[in-house]
């Protein structure tokens, strides 16, 4: 199953004081770096927010307004999806341990053929059975930590669900996304949750503090 991927590299970073959060170093390469090391065989991986240099082939662009936001910064990035894509992981730049492996797990998982329990938006009150063709109909697969928490830009999603979680999110905003949570796009959807079964550190870390940078060091060393 071929991917596209979007990795939102904005953000104010304001428990690290303003600095270039995606541009910090973790085990020698900066964070936006491991991850798009992670989805390198995505077509296209895209970048929204400031980057700085990125590999070849990556595509870079931003969101409107600048400082818009996650939700603004997906609609930027599903503009530069080649037509005919389906599937794209939607991924913060600051998640230094995400590997290959782990995202290709949640693209097993949205496929059916990994492991997950799915749960259904809100108002449905489902709680979707996880064996048969059941399996194939949720909208995104997205890791849960330890403690059952979502990790909302560590998923994968089908490109239609999400452009139509867009498009809902928008009307209930009054027709805009500038400054919408991005728990609002998973909020009405079909959500296939995802426990890390691999070895080593868990792919959905991110990194809000210098703390959480150095925890990080830690686990690539």
Known sequence: MTYAA????????????????????????PMLHR???????????IVVGPSGPVPD???????????????????????????????????????????????????RALDGSGQGLAHGGPASGRHRPVDGAARLAVDVACYVDGDGRRQQLCGVWRVAALRAAVDRLAAERGGTVDGAPVRGLLAGADVREVSWSGSGPPPWFDCDTDEDVRRAEEWTR
């Not at 990795?7 to 020698?28: E, F, H, N, Q, T």
């Not at 991850?35 to 991986?45: K, Q, Y």
């Not at 307004?65 to 599903?78: D, I, K, R, S």
């Open 6 to 29: 979007i990795v939102l590299s904005g953000g104010a970073a304001r428990r690290m004081g303003g600095v270039d959060k995606p541009g910090r170093a973790v085990g020698g390469r």
């Open 57 to 107: 082939g990556v595509r870079v662009t931003r969101e409107d307004p600048p400082g818009g936001g996650p939700v603004a910064a997906t609609v930027a990035g599903l503009a530069l999806l080649d037509p005919g894509t389906t599937v794209v992981a939607l991924l913060a730049a600051d998640l230094p341990l995400l590997t290959t492996a782990a995202v290709a797990e949640l693209r």
């Open 35 to 45: 991850v798009l090391a992670a989805v390198a065989d995505a077509a296209p991986p």
